[in-house]
């Protein structure tokens, strides 16, 4: 029989391994508090469970449509080693005249793109971004389109055999664009719901080689009818900059504030 010192040692010991040390457990430490009456747990209730399965698939809005880009060679599989405007003007000589879809721009973007070596201050095409957005150990290209009515269009591309394919593509009125982990994040206006703005978050799917909208959410981000009468210029947002020769330097994005050391 154990001494009864020993005994309430261990009584003591299971109590810090039961109560991780959060209460006491002799009569003069107090004893555990309520935390007040719980919730009854509410489970998913099944509406209309006679309702037939659905035998046709949705309609498909092309969110795990990719493509090649046509001409496109990549050394290495290195997505630095290749031109944004050079990639995105490749994708319009092969599509010329579409609209719509992946590969749809507006004439007057679609114009602007191929005169990009001629006409460099009014290129559409942003500058590019980049980040392993697929997992694979290599950094995708991000790249912006500026589109008329504040519209932007962001298409990312993943490197592989030797050339690229995008593996995203849509078009918005966009708020910003923003990095979290692998995920790209863009914010977007709502002109249906004042005082509202949509925020997408785009994930790598391996199953369908391309990025998909995985979360989709409404916000409130200020008091109902008092939305601004014009969306903000579309940002984006990212901790890897574009890579530059030593003689040219990186620009820097209007939105972006440039610490200043103090003087001495």
Do not use: F
């Amino acid at each position: 029989m154990r001494p009864r010192g020993v005994q309430l040692a261990a009584a003591g010991v299971l109590c810090a391994l039961v109560l991780g040390g959060a209460v006491g457990c002799g009569h003069n430490e107090g004893g555990l508090q309520s935390a007040g009456v719980t919730p009854t747990a509410v489970g998913p209730v099944r509406l209309w469970p006679d309702l037939p399965p659905a035998t046709d698939p949705p309609i498909d809005y092309g969110e795990s449509d990719t493509e090649r880009v046509p001409g496109i060679k990549v050394a290495d599989n290195d997505v630095h080693a290749v031109d944004a405007v050079a990639v995105v003007n490749a994708e319009v000589r092969a599509h010329p005249g579409t609209y719509s879809g992946g590969d749809g721009l507006y004439e007057e973007t679609a114009r602007a793109i191929r005169a990009c070596d001629t006409a460099p201050a009014a290129c559409p095409v942003m500058r590019p971004y980049y980040r392993d957005l697929t997992g694979n150990g290599r950094d995708e290209m991000i790249v912006g389109i500026r589109m008329p009515d504040q519209q932007v269009g962001v298409r990312v591309y993943l490197a592989e055999n030797g050339g690229l394919t995008r593996i995203m593509s849509t078009v918005d009125q966009v708020i910003s664009v923003e990095l979290a982990g692998r995920d790209l994040i863009m914010r977007v206006s709502s002109a249906g719901i004042p005082g509202y703005e949509y925020r997408t978050a785009w994930s790598w799917d391996e199953q369908q080689h391309s990025m998909l909208p995985t979360r989709d959410e409404i916000v409130r981000v200020k008091p109902g009818g008092t939305a601004s009468p014009a969306v903000p210029a579309p940002r984006l947002v990212s901790p890897t900059p574009t890579p530059a020769s030593p003689s040219t330097p990186i620009p820097t994005p209007p939105d972006v504030a440039v610490p200043v050391e103090p003087s001495p």
